[in-house]
T-cell receptor
Framework: ETGVTQSPTHLIKTRGQQVTLRCSSQ?????VSWYQQALGQGPQFIFQ???????GRGNFPPRFSGLQFPNYSSELNVNALELDDSALYLC??????????????FGEGSRLTVL | DAKTTQPNSMESNEEEPVHLPCNHS???????IHWYRQLPSQGPEYVIH???SNVNNRMASLAIAEDRKSSTLILHRATLRDAAVYYC????????????????FGKGTKLSVIP
């Protein structure tokens, strides 16, 4: 059973550019969520996808967008990059479950630096 | 949003028990209490969760106050590998109902383990 894998692990972009980050979910997981973690802070929820549809979004502007594919892998796209977008971006997969909420499995993240 | 309060940092000697406190005075009746930890340069890792009763698993124990306004994560014998940031999180139901859950991370407690 493979865990959550993210790519790339590190990347550097300049202001105004666009970036795509990728995530492969843990085998059998149908829900994926993305988090942004600034240095010294806890992760902040960006959005969640279930069966290729967004079904939850945090306080992030529309230039943050995502996709989930039929194999449950996912992409996070960020347009018009700003300096404050520099952060660790974490992907987490889970199996849609009942009220207790299943365990989330996180990848090791993609470290984005915006210059 | 339901919020949690944790000490910024704690220290423990290796092989001693560690009690990590969390206050969540505004918890609602349907909120589950989840704990995650994040080791340096890694994504968060699930530790344990509970609703009302105390819970035990291979990693830790969770003691929940009778009024549910506080909880304590107990590591029975701290090892150097337990040095991490520990997050206490209330698992909220998202706007789309079951399956749409987001984790609201605070800054957590940074646990240092002294050899």
């Amino acid at each position: 059973e493979t865990g959550v894998t993210q790519s790339p692990t590190h990347l550097i972009k300049t202001r105004g550019q666009q970036v795509t980050l990728r995530c492969s979910s843990q085998s059998g997981h149908n829900t994926v969520s993305w988090y942004q973690q600034a240095l010294g802070q806890g992760p902040q929820f960006i959005f969640q996808y279930y069966r290729e549809e967004e079904n939850g979004r945090g306080n992030f502007p529309p230039r943050f967008s995502g996709l989930q594919f039929p194999n449950y892998s996912s992409e996070l796209n960020v347009n018009a990059l700003e300096l404050d977008d520099s952060a660790l971006y974490l992907c987490a997969s889970s199996l849609r479950s009942g009220a207790s909420g299943g365990e989330l499995f996180f990848g090791e993240g993609s470290r984005l630096t915006v210059l | 949003d339901a919020k949690t309060t944790q000490p910024n940092s704690m220290e423990s000697n290796e092989e001693e028990p560690v009690h990590l406190p969390c206050n969540h005075s505004t918890i609602s009746g349907t909120d589950y209490i989840h704990w995650y930890r994040q080791l340096p340069s890694q994504g968060p890792e699930y530790v344990i969760h509970g609703l009302t009763s105390n819970v035990n698993n291979r990693m830790a124990s969770l003691a929940i106050a009778e009024d549910r306004k506080s909880s304590t994560l107990i590591l029975h014998r701290a090892t150097l590998r337990d040095a991490a940031v520990y997050y206490c999180i209330l698992r909220e139901r998202g706007y789309s109902g079951a399956g749409s859950y987001q984790l609201t991370f605070g800054k957590g407690t940074k646990l240092s383990v002294i050899p």
